[in-house]
């Protein structure tokens, strides 16, 4: 793994990430930011995205995006059927919903003017 920092000397960053693969990357470390208790504990993503996605679409009656977002970016992990992951990774780019003690762990997107 030391190799992979020698890649940032090259102008390259995330490396680590695109080698320990898209689980590692999501985990959110604990940080003073967090609202307690949870600052103190390592947060993982849902084990299975595309199962947990349409689960919970089916539970809610609406279409279900599973997404890592940070202030660098967002990526869709799982969608059940009918969501445009593209739309929502896009949606969702900057993190609008927040950090720190304004995050939100859920948000609703939907279509205005329609």
Known sequence: MHHVGLTRA?????????IAGRKVA???GPNRYTVKPFGYYVILVPDRPDEVAPYLSRLLGVGVAVVD???LGSEVLGASEGVDAEFVRRALQGNPMGR??????????RAVGK
């Not at 090259?10 to 695109?18: A, I, L």
């Not at 720190?100 to 997107?109: A, H, K, S």
């Open 10 to 18: 090259f102008g390259r960053n995330g490396d680590f990430y695109r």
């Open 26 to 28: 999501a985990i959110d």
């Open 69 to 71: 977002c940070n202030d």
């Open 100 to 109: 720190r003690d304004q995050r939100t762990p859920m948000g609703v997107i």
